[in-house]
């Protein structure tokens, strides 16, 4: 088959996935493409996302923490475990039982999975789009393959705020893909609505210290200035995008009082690749 021939519409049949991934939002549009070649289009656009940002990512990696554990916390985990000897023979002698050969007396070094919960808050207004709604959906597929999904919140957001996934709710990664790339880029860019919604969403206890990455050029061209809502984050962090310098100081300002860290992706591209070494350096 050729591509552009009769059987092939949309003229992608015979181009990458990638290459679907950065004009999906446009062949989503057109008239001429039934929808059952536009699910077929969907589905390759979202695993030339994938692709990417395996690639970008390499093996899995997961942030982790070592503790000390007993038997029954280390089969619930699944993880190997090294015997603490001295910290079973201080359990055995505390419950009275110093046989080692109590199970509820042994106790284990082990690696496991911190608790880490990120929240990715994604400009998505009128510049966002093709590629570079594209490459948020690298970015976003970066975080999912190293955070839990039920740990992972995940919003888009222009002249309103547009829920991808909430705290709790497990997501494959295809569909949090797909969430990214149906964000309908157009609007203006309102900094504190997003900032207001987030915050008041990450207020319950156990939220509070959750990691929020701000991915925006910091250009607010909607709403009031945002910086007065810094102050209501203990994580506040922000992915800049872009060389224009015209947002950084508000962006760092939002860092300074939000307690968090500033990164930059000078250019598009290089966005996945900073939010993966962002994220090594506020999980580890």
């Known amino acids: 088959m050729q591509a552009g021939s009769p059987e ?12 679907v991934a950065v004009r999906y939002q446009d062949l989503k549009k057109f008239g001429h493409i039934p929808d059952k070649e536009k699910q077929r289009l969907k589905a390759r656009a979202i695993q030339g996302v ?31 475990g090294e015997l603490n000897l001295s910290e079973t023979l201080e359990a055995a002698y505390g419950s009275g039982d ?72 497990k997501m494959s990664l295809e569909k949090i893909v797909e969430g990214v ?10 900094l504190e609505i997003a900032l207001e919604e987030i915050s008041a969403v990450l207020n319950a206890p156990k939220l509070r210290r959750a990691n929020v990455i701000l991915i925006t050029d910091g250009k607010y061209t909607e709403g009031r200035d945002p910086t007065s809502l810094a102050r209501r984050f203990k994580r506040l962090n922000v992915l800049k995008i872009g060389r224009d310098q015209a947002g950084r100081g508000l962006l760092k300002d939002l860092v300074r009082l939000g307690n968090g860290s500033f990164f930059e ?20």
């Open 265 to 284: 992706a000078r250019k598009m591209n290089d966005l996945p690749k900073t939010m993966y070494a962002a994220l090594r350096t506020l999980l580890r």
């Open 50 to 80: 994938i692709a990417q940002a395996q690639a970008v990512v390499g093996p899995v990696w997961r942030p982790q923490v070592r503790k000390t554990i007993d038997i029954s916390e280390l089969r619930s985990a699944g993880v190997d």
């Open 98 to 169: 110093k046989s080692l050969l109590a199970a509820n007396s042994l106790r284990f070094d082990a690696a496991l999975e911190k608790n880490t919960t990120v929240a990715l808050v994604m400009d998505a207004s009128l510049s966002m789009t093709g590629e570079k709604i594209a490459l948020l959906a690298v970015a976003a597929a970066v975080v999912a393959l190293s955070v839990p999904s039920e740990h992972l919140v995940l919003m888009g957001f222009d002249s309103k705020v547009r829920w991808i996934k909430k705290y709790g709710n």
């Open 8 to 19: 092939d519409i949309s003229g992608y049949e015979q181009k990458s996935s990638w290459d």
């Open 181 to 190: 790339l149906e964000l309908p880029a157009g609007g203006f860019t309102n």
